[in-house]
């Protein structure tokens, strides 16, 4: 069950028109520079307690997003707003020590369990480094929030000296997600934290994830391959394509009604248990060429692929707009003048 989350009237982080670009260097053509858009104009606001799902084809921008939120890579514009107990910092101008001090309250799990651990490191140290590093207690009271850390995400504490690779591929996530939970942060920036393991294995770690954000008030963008995995954990799903926000929406709406036909095409890949109704539903199978995010588009990004183009859609690029109180979506199949405020 999804915890109780308080709205986004009062969100604890916001992004907003925020943009990643990455120079590839010259055309050897034509001698212009390729700029590839790998986040192109970002916008959502994150409540306390809430999960907000990140879900889109490979290559679409979502882990860029989750790392420009962080400044693991640069910004080109927009900004990112993290608000604690009533005071607002914007994460994108803060350099050196004090983005340190805010990363305290930012924190990501990572995809992969078996590459984002030291394997020279026991759990302990691994557990205790960040600890060290923001000189939080003594040594004797480090080995105990260790053990503590370790007990909350379901870890024996006894296996406190063992190196990573003596445990499991989900006992190793726990890892992670107990080493990101050692600051005590607001927000957790979780990145594919399920899809490299095994699926007997992923319900446990949602569970817990689950439990956790109930427990401590933590606020997920939690970003995945894996629909259902999202429809489960999330109480909100934005959809990106190409580096661009394409729908927002609640989770039941979204799931229920969804509006853009690339959101569209994305749930009907998602296999129905049943099989009569498998065999019966429709699938829409994407077709055309996918566009290179290092190419400039004129219209919708997503016109060479859909179903339902328009020659506007060529035209004009659709921007994110609001379809209903908790439904936004960007495409010309919904004029503005359809839309509620």
Not at 90 to 108: A, C, F, K, P, Y
């Amino acid at each position: 069950m999804k915890s109780i989350i308080s709205t986004s009237a009062f969100p604890v982080l916001q992004v907003d028109s925020l943009r990643v670009l990455f120079d590839q260097g010259r055309d050897r053509a034509t001698g212009k520079r390729r700029i590839l858009r790998a986040v192109d104009g970002i916008s959502f606001e994150l409540g306390k307690g809430e999960t907000l799902g990140i879900v889109g084809e490979s290559g679409c921008g979502k882990s860029t997003l989750a790392r420009a939120i962080l400044r693991l890579v640069p910004i080109a514009s927009g900004s990112v707003t993290l608000s604690l107990d009533g005071k607002s910092t914007r994460v994108d101008q803060q350099e050196g020590s004090s983005l340190r001090g805010i990363r305290r309250h930012l924190q990501m799990v990572f995809q992969d369990p078996y590459a984002s651990l030291n394997p020279r490191m026991t759990v302990g140290d691994i557990l205790a480094e960040p600890l060290i590093i923001f000189n939080i207690g003594s040594r004797k009271d480090r080995m105990g929030m260790v053990q503590d850390l370790m007990k909350e995400v379901g870890l024996d504490p006894k296996h406190v000296l063992r190196y990573p690779h003596e445990f499991s591929g989900g006992q190793r996530q726990r890892i992670g997600i107990a080493r990101a939970l050692a600051l005590n942060p607001q927000v957790l920036l979780c990145d594919e934290p399920v899809s490299a393991l095994d699926v007997s294995v992923r319900s446990q770690v949602l569970n817990l994830l689950l439990d956790l954000q109930e427990r401590r008030g933590l606020s997920y963008l939690f970003i995945a391959h894996d629909l259902a995995v999202v429809k489960r954990i999330s109480h909100r799903v934005g959809v990106m394509y190409l580096g661009k926000m394409v729908e927002l929406a609640s989770s039941d709406d979204l799931y229920a009604h969804p509006q853009h036909p690339y959101t569209q095409a994305l749930l009907s890949a998602i296999p129905v248990p049943d099989p009569e109704i498998e065999r019966s539903r429709e699938r829409i199978i994407l077709s055309g060429d996918l566009p290179s995010p290092s190419d400039e588009c004129v219209g919708c990004a997503f016109a060479s692929r859909c179903r339902q183009v328009m020659a506007r859609c060529r035209e004009v690029m659709p921007i994110l707009e609001r379809k209903d109180a908790d439904h936004q979506v960007a495409c010309h199949l919904y004029p503005s003048e359809s839309i509620q405020a």
